[in-house]
């Protein structure tokens, strides 16, 4: 992966519904440049779905990070699809032969429930399991779920029948979104330019870098607090390692980082371990190679199907 894919994915996160004209003006790229990379990203896995995510602010939910160890009594295969099927599971990383990592989305009261449903499964011997927070990013400009919880939105009517059919394919042309839905296409040009402009939804990808020969892994930062905000660090890391540096996680339990990195090769994650301890307030790091699992909907079609059924009970309807 280049810079071009690299920067290209980046814009996508933020709104894959931007047109192939208005992303090749942003990047400096002919239309034709920009279809192809999308279109080879999509046939490679690194694009898995483009998907409509609803704000974090709307459904009540927050992150929580799961470190699991398993006891290897239990088919690993059967294990992670366990793992990766609970609905409240965003992402899902094998580690080793015998541990997983896992991001979920929770409710305040559901963290508990989250920890004894991952507790319970077989195989599984032992679970430390951390609620999480974002941590804005230049390159994410809080404008998708990985640097904002954005905003609680009521949505309307109409708005809820877009979203609907935008579950299925976020990039969905709006001449099929008339067909479809009965509007006029201005009627909904002017209701996809309210539900971005409400900060209640992100268009987005679902996608997984490592396919393209890169090498995923989480920096575990450990800092101290009163030297250092998680903030500063993570805009070191954006500026210092832009091709590597994706996005960040502060632990709520203590001064604990949760980066998400990729690099082409070991000896560039060595470099970086390198310059990271030369920084006087960092106490420790981490690396923690991971393995990218599916989550089983790839389609997204339950996890749009859900999205769409908790927004429709946590939002009520304005006329």
Not at 202 to 215: A, D, G, L, M
Not at 221 to 239: H, K, R, S, V, Y
Request: hydrophobic share 40%; glycine share 6%; with cysteine.
């Amino acid at each position: 992966m280049d810079e071009l894919d690299k920067t290209l994915l980046l814009k996508l996160l933020r709104n894959c519904r931007a047109s192939y004209r208005q992303l090749a003006r942003e990047l400096g790229v002919s239309c034709p440049t920009i279809k192809r990379r999308v279109d080879h990203l999509v046939e490679a896995g690194v694009i898995e779905a483009f998907i409509v995510d609803i704000s974090q602010e709307t459904l009540g939910v927050s992150w929580a990070y799961a470190e699991i160890t398993s006891d290897l009594s239990e088919d690993r295969a059967r294990l992670i699809q366990e793992i990766s099927s609970n609905s409240s599971t965003n992402e899902t990383f094998a580690v080793g032969s015998k541990s997983y990592i896992s991001f979920a989305e929770v409710s305040p009261g559901g963290v508990y429930e989250y920890g004894k449903y991952l507790r319970g499964l077989t195989g599984v011997s032992q679970v430390d399991l951390v609620q999480a927070r974002q941590i804005p990013t230049q390159m994410l400009s809080n404008q998708c779920k990985y640097s904002t919880r954005g905003k609680k939105v009521e949505f309307s009517t109409q708005q809820k029948t877009i979203l609907r059919h935008l579950m299925d394919d976020a990039r969905i042309s709006i001449l099929n979104l008339s067909a479809r839905t009965g509007f006029k296409p201005k009627r909904i040009r002017r209701l996809l330019r309210e539900l971005e402009a409400s900060e209640g939804v992100h268009f987005t990808i679902r996608f997984n870098p490592s396919v393209e020969s890169s090498i995923s892994f989480i920096l575990k930062i450990g800092f101290d607090e009163t030297q250092i905000t998680p903030g500063e660090i993570a805009t070191w890391l954006e500026n210092e390692f832009p091709q590597e540096y994706w996005m960040s996680f502060l632990l709520l339990n203590g001064p604990v980082m949760i980066n998400y990195m990729t690099s082409d090769n070991l000896p560039k994650i060595e470099v970086l371990l390198r310059k990271m301890l030369e920084i006087p307030f960092i106490r420790d790091v981490e690396t923690i190679l991971i393995y990218h699992i599916q989550k089983p909907a790839s389609n997204g079609s339950d996890l749009t199907e859900e999205a769409a059924a908790a927004s429709a009970a946590a939002v009520p309807v304005t006329a």
